[in-house]
């Protein structure tokens, strides 16, 4: 607020000495932070894996003082604990790891923004945190509702990141060397917005023509104009963290694509396909997921290589069927680890060269 001076953290943990003591009297610790190996009662916090839990501010409490605020050399450095060390356990299913990850990232978000920090190590941060909420949310799979993780809320996060970071960019103080590939990946995971396309192109010029955004651009293009050809292999040839940010509105695209076929296919008798067709048109992961994806929209096969396209038979119910986007998505990170495509430049220079992107009218 105007005339309110902000204090610069001090606390130089993943979480305050205190807060871990207090959870540990209370019971609240989450298993990824006790201490390995542990049979006490109640479970002792382990100060290399213990991190700061969200706590909304309440009104007429007061701010918490600089021993509880993490500053930014150490939320960066939380980010990457839960990027390399949390978000790649085999120890927890995905959406328990999602729902702890998108927590810690949240009080991450709430400590920056409870202190007095640049904005150009306040834009590193941001952007570190919301490239793991990206991945994390990506990789839970279509199984991902059952679990502890709550979708809804999950956007919500990965929205409120958005909002955090852009605002800190427009503020002007920089530089941001990342902005133009975050300010893709903000209308990559809104494609299909009206209000997202908007700001975007209310960017500056030098902005709008970096290659990241130039292939946002390209493909919210072809989303927009359900041209499914050129999306996918646009979609190919994103690197992992946009593939990230776009994998939700792939299944979307794919039944769009689907229910297009269907209408210029369709007979009396019915008009057989190749599925193998559909595989390279839509960037399935093989037959497979293509004989899955036709029977859910009451499509039937002629074996197991073609489909039939029969009027009247083509229906939607509920949502589009969550394809496993190997291909899409996981086979981008070519070897990287998690950690590696947060904490650096996720852009790769054979694609970032003039003329790496298709013609618009290919």
């Known amino acids: 607020m105007p005339g309110c001076e902000l204090p610069v953290g001090t606390c130089p943990d993943m979480c305050p000495a205190a807060e871990r003591a207090q959870r540990e009297r209370e019971r ?15 479970p002792r916090a382990d100060p290399q894996r213990a991190v700061k839990e969200y706590s909304r501010p309440a009104a007429g409490k007061p701010r918490p003082p600089p021993s509880q605020l993490r500053p930014p050399s150490v939320l960066l450095a939380t980010v990457r604990y839960l ?11 995905r959406a328990e790891v999602a729902s702890f990850v998108v927590d810690r990232l949240r009080a991450v978000r709430l400590d920056l923004a409870l202190q007095d920090a ?17 991945a994390v949310v990506a990789r839970l799979g279509p199984d991902a509702a059952r679990g502890p993780a709550d979708p ?15 605002r800190c960019y427009a503020r ?24 997202a396309l908007r700001e975007v192109l209310q960017l500056p010029a030098a902005l709008r023509t970096c290659p990241p955004l130039r292939r946002a651009l390209a493909v919210d293009a072809a989303f927009r104009e359900g041209n499914a050809a050129r999306l996918f292999r646009l979609l190919q040839t994103l690197p992992y ?29 019915g008009q057989t396909l190749p599925l193998g067709f559909m595989v390279n048109l839509l960037a399935l992961d093989g037959l497979k997921e293509a ?12 074996g197991e290589e073609r489909v039939v396209f029969l009027r009247g038979r083509y229906l939607e119910e509920g949502l589009p069927p969550a394809g496993t986007c190997k ?24 694609m970032d060269r003039p003329g790496s992107l298709p013609e618009q009218g290919t």
């Open 28 to 42: 609240r610790l989450h298993r990824l932070e006790v201490a390995p190996g542990c049979r006490q009662d109640p």
């Open 291 to 302: 004989q899955d994806l036709c029977q859910a929209h009451g499509l039937p096969l002629d």
């Open 118 to 134: 640049g904005d150009a190590e306040a834009a590193v941060v941001l952007e570190a945190a919301l490239a793991t909420l990206l």
């Open 83 to 93: 990027a390399g060390e949390v978000a790649e356990s085999a120890d927890a299913a």
């Open 327 to 350: 291909m899409l998505v996981e086979s981008k990170l070519r070897g990287r680890t998690l950690e590696e495509v947060v904490m650096a430049e996720e852009e790769d220079e054979d």
């Open 152 to 166: 809804v809320l999950l956007q919500a996060q990965v929205q409120e990141g958005f909002g955090s970071l852009r």
């Open 241 to 269: 963290l946009p593939s990230c940010a776009v994998q939700c509105h792939v299944s979307h695209a794919r039944r769009e694509a689907l229910a297009r076929l269907a209408r210029a296919f369709s007979t009396p008798k």
């Open 172 to 195: 002007g103080a920089g530089p941001h060397p990342r902005q133009p590939a975050f300010q893709g990946l903000f209308l990559l995971y809104n494609l299909g917005s009206v209000e």
